[in-house]
T-cell receptor, first 112, second 116 residues
Framework: DGGITQSPKYLFRKEGQNVTLSCEQN?????MYWYRQDPGQGLRLIYY???????QKGDIAEGYSVSREKKESFPLTVTSAQKNPTAFYLC???????????FGSGTRLTVV | AQKITQTQPGMFVQEKEAVTLDCTYD???????LFWYKQPSSGEMIFLIY??????QNATEGRYSLNFQKARKSANLVISASQLGDSAMYFC?????????????FGQGTTLQVKP
């Protein structure tokens, strides 16, 4: 079945470490997105990519980095510059045009 | 700037009754799309319903309908015959701009609890 796979489901990070969250889709979607969700809050856009080898900053890109080397993959790195990384991270994708989004099941990141 | 406002942080509804979740939006674009998503405690985002800005009729999907009032910039979600499984957080979202921009802007969400 087609869908988006995010891994790991839970991730623990020590202070000062970089960690990478994986997002893979087999839907042949052009665009991919990373959102951050804090408890009881809405989703905020971190980065998005509409085509391979190209990506744009969202509203809260500071302390994060991404790459889009393959259409299927859009990994997110949470760097040590992100001062408050504990949150729920959701990856999404959409085909080009005016369509809805498919979301992954999310990664819950905790700083220990 | 585009913005989505959900003014109800939490709502209660009795099982089998209907409930309306409010959503207002602000945009200067003529072409836009409005979405509702359900997020259960597991965290996954489940797509419920979509309304395009040029759609003349209100969208419906099973027990979900969208009360679209374009002049008032509101896109309220109506859930009929509530079920215990409807207990979740609900998000209204707007697709910013037309074409391939693709960014979804989310409201703060409304937590719905269905009482037996």
């Amino acid at each position: 079945d087609g869908g988006i796979t995010q891994s790991p489901k839970y991730l623990f990070r020590k202070e000062g470490q970089n960690v990478t969250l994986s997002c893979e889709q087999n839907l042949n979607h052009d665009a991919m997105y990373w959102y951050r969700q804090d408890p009881g809050q809405g989703l905020r856009l971190i980065y998005y990519s509409q085509i391979v080898n190209d990506f744009q900053k969202g509203d809260i890109a500071e302390g994060y980095s991404v790459s889009r080397e393959k259409k299927e993959s859009f990994p997110l790195t949470v760097t040590s510059a992100q001062k408050n990384p504990t949150a729920f991270y959701l990856c999404a994708s959409t085909p080009s045009g005016f369509y809805g989004y498919t979301f992954g099941s999310g990664t819950r990141l905790t700083v220990v | 700037a585009q913005k989505i406002t959900q003014t109800q942080p939490g709502m209660f509804v009795q099982e089998k009754e209907a409930v309306t979740l409010d959503c207002t939006y602000d945009t200067s674009d003529q072409s836009y799309g409005l979405f509702w998503y359900k997020q259960p405690s597991s965290g996954e985002m489940i797509f419920l319903i979509y309304q395009g800005s040029y759609d003349e009729q209100n969208a419906t999907e099973g027990r979900y309908s969208l009360n679209f009032q374009k002049a008032r910039k509101s896109a309220n979600l109506v859930i009929s015959a509530s079920q215990l499984g409807d207990s979740a957080m609900y998000f209204c979202a707007m697709r910013e701009g037309g074409g391939n921009t693709g960014k979804l802007i989310f409201g703060q969400g409304t937590t719905l609890q269905v009482k037996p």
